[in-house]
């Protein structure tokens, strides 16, 4: 109706595009009700709907207007019609389609117009705007005032009631009141656009075109200056060594420093763009060089500095070689045939590196290693004694050999061991968790004393023992380990670092290459993983528990009889053997000490281990009949052993058939020279001390 009286053109728009919407739809499908996203919210029709939808069409084409109106009409929804939901019954549906009817035969009341014909409406304001200040592509310094102006008015009695400012396409300010205008100081260096648009009382707008203006950065005069602090004039430094560039620059009027060019010999070497302004270099070449610095300021001021002589010299390099044979020990023997391994450590002194290692035998060189580790295998040696040597060379060119170290290559068997124990069978077992249970004190105590791999400094250094026991099950072993630094760094060459090696030969063959009977089980510092070899052995059902201890660390072991191949009975005899590495500074081990074989060859000679034989019954040293006052160590023993407790005694010492070897009266030390072996020590007062057994060791 709006539309029909006034011709108003944003009627026109609104109808244009609900009648397209209607139209789309159908008009036949218009129900009475819908939701705002368009879906149907009922399930029938009233002209309430449809005959606003025919009659709204009048403000767009004809024919639609006929579509519209002859399907309201010839659907006409009275009451006839209730069956299908076409329900005009109630009284708004009926009033309304009265009212739509009016409209649509022109009869329709017109509240404005003074009697029949067209309605002249009212006239529209027209708005005026103009953008007075200021002038397109003016130019402003960044931090002063930009202040802008603006003239408005409309038309047939309406009135301004705001001109908003638009910077950049956003309004930043609104004039309420003339004369309108608006100042700001915040806009940043760079070009910016300007607009106004104003709006009256009748709600219409006008707007003016974009204009342009500069914003540029404010004009300062500075003074730059730049200076290299270090190094002096004329300084000297050795090739290869750092040349450290300092510089002191600055600017006045609030000007900062941006970067510093250093040029070197009139060549860019390096921009610094913050301070503090530095740079190092030590690839200069021999002879003179010229340093200048370049600063440059924000405001583009640049300024250079007084240039510096420096003197490049060539190095003389001083270094000291020095090198280790690490294997094999000197006197090794060695059967023909089998696997000799050299290994050497090498370093220098003066920042000099070591370049190659050379392994010297019997004379001649016969392999140059370049890189760490330094070893060599060899495997052909003649019957025989040979020496062994190696030579260091560094990157100076310097050099230095060590004294050569004798081995000997034997068509015979290499020396054998001669330690033997017998393992008891307890009648209780330990528990493995790396706590020594007191069964154990019924066991006797075996060192691990014998040095296959040099050099140990001292107890401290390495040192160990161990205990053994079995019952029909497993095999258990108890190994107590003295070490100073314990070291896990060589991944999977796990034998390199600090570690327990346990020996087996099922049998006692004594067969000098590894069978199906002989196996090697290593359990290392810090690692839960047990090591079998050789290639193949089973490890299954091996238990281990490893403790730090305050001076090096416990290991307690139970392996199943089934593993190693064994059928366990007494008097049963077998090869066996504790060994303990011992690495210091990471790299290769520094040294290894074991129970029985004489030399490191264990690991693939098993003719080298001691013998164990299987126990009926718990043989321990028999330290319970002790007194409690009383102590006697070592035991075993080597030259002497101690009693502590006893101000002065008497004691004899029998064999064990009874024969006295060593007979009479100390304060504390007996001194001891006879054979080897399992003793009785028999102290004739106090009363009540039973003869204990004791074990000479070489």
Do not use: C
Not at 97 to 117: E, I, Q
Not at 122 to 133: G, M, Y
Not at 391 to 405: E, F, I, W
Request: charged share 15%; hydrophobic share 35%; proline share 5%.
């Amino acid at each position: 109706v709006d539309y029909l009286w006034w011709g108003t053109p944003d009627s026109k728009k609104y109808l244009d595009k609900i009648e397209e919407w209607a139209n789309g739809k159908g008009i036949s499908n218009i129900v009475a009700g819908f939701s705002t996203s368009g879906s149907n919210i009922a399930n029938y029709k009233n002209s309430a709907f449809t005959g606003a939808f025919a009659i709204g069409a009048m403000a767009t084409n004809q024919t639609q207007v006929n579509g519209f109106y002859n399907w309201w009409v010839n659907n006409s929804i009275t009451e006839g019609n209730v069956g299908s939901r076409l329900d005009d019954r109630p009284y708004f549906q009926n009033t309304l389609r009265v009212m739509y009817a009016l409209v649509a035969s022109g009869n329709f009341w017109n509240p404005y117009s003074s009697g029949s014909g067209p309605v002249t409406p009212p006239p529209a304001s027209v708005v005026t705007v103009s953008l007075v200040n200021p002038a397109n592509n003016a130019s402003f310094v960044q931090g002063s005032p930009v202040n802008i102006e603006a003239s408005a008015s409309s038309t047939q009695g309406a009135t301004i009631v705001d001109v908003e400012f638009i910077v950049d396409g956003v309004t930043a300010f609104s004039d309420k009141t003339a004369p309108f205008t608006y100042s700001t100081s915040a806009l940043s260096e760079g070009t910016h656009t300007i607009a106004v648009k104003a709006n009256d009382s009748n709600g219409k707008t006008a707007s003016t075109s974009n204009i342009t203006i500069t914003i540029t950065k404010p004009i300062v005069n500075s003074v730059v200056s730049a200076n290299i602090t270090s190094p002096l004039n004329g300084s000297v430094f050795s090739q290869g060594k750092p040349v450290d560039i300092t510089v002191a620059a600055s600017s006045t009027n609030g000007a900062t420093i941006l970067s510093v060019d250093f040029m070197i010999d009139g060549i860019l070497a390096f921009k610094d763009n913050s301070s503090p302004f530095s740079y190092s270099t030590s690839s200069l070449t021999v002879g003179n060089h010229t340093i200048t610095v370049k600063a440059t300021d924000s405001n583009g001021k640049t300024a250079e500095s007084a240039p510096v002589q420096i003197s490049v010299t060539p190095v003389v390099v001083s270094s000291d070689v020095s090198v280790q044979l690490n294997k094999p020990a000197n006197g090794s023997n060695y059967i023909q045939g089998s696997l000799v391994e050299l290994g050497a450590s090498a370093s220098s002194t003066g920042g000099a590196t070591i370049t190659n290692v050379s392994f010297i035998i019997d004379g001649k060189e016969v392999f140059s290693d370049v890189s760490s580790p330094f070893e060599y295998s060899v495997s052909n040696l003649s019957v025989g004694a040979h020496s062994i040597m190696v030579k260091a060379t560094d990157s100076n060119g310097k050099s230095a050999s060590t004294s050569p170290v004798n081995i000997n290559i034997t068509t015979n068997t290499i020396p054998t061991s001669t330690e033997n124990v017998t393992i008891p069978k307890p009648s209780a077992v330990p528990m493995v968790d790396g706590i020594v249970d007191d069964v154990w004190n019924k066991v006797e105590t075996l060192n691990i004393s014998k040095e296959i791999i040099p050099s140990i400094t001292g107890p401290a250094d390495l040192s160990g023992n161990y205990k053994t026991m079995w019952d029909n099950n497993y095999i258990y072993v108890l190994v107590n380990v003295t070490d100073d630094i314990k070291i896990n760094d060589s991944g999977n060459e796990y034998f390199r670092d600090d570690a327990v090696e346990l020996f087996f030969d099922i049998g006692n063959d004594k067969s000098s290459t590894y069978g199906s009977n002989d196996i090697q089980y290593t359990f290392r510092w810090n690692d839960k993983t047990v090591y079998a070899g050789p290639a193949g052995r089973s490890s299954t059902n091996v238990e281990f528990q490893m403790v730090g201890t305050s001076t090096g660390y416990t290991l307690e072991v139970k392996i199943p009889w089934s593993t190693i191949q064994g059928t366990p009975a007494g008097d049963q005899l077998l090869g066996f053997d504790v060994q303990i590495n011992d690495d210091d500074n990471g790299g290769d081990r520094d040294s290894k000490l074991a129970w029985a074989a004489p030399s490191d060859d264990a690991w693939q000679n098993p003719s080298l281990l001691g013998i164990a034989k299987l126990g009926n019954t718990v043989t321990g040293l028999e330290e319970e009949n002790f007194l409690s006052d009383i102590k006697i160590f070592p035991n075993p023993f080597s030259n002497y052993i101690t009693i502590e407790g006893l101000n002065q005694f008497e004691f004899n010492i029998t064999d064990m058939s009874g024969k006295i070897v060593h007979s009479g009266t100390s304060v504390g030390t007996i001194n001891t020279s006879f054979e080897t072996g399992l003793y009785y020590l028999i102290l004739k007062k106090p009363a009540g001390i039973k003869p204990i057994k004791i074990v000479k060791m070489d």
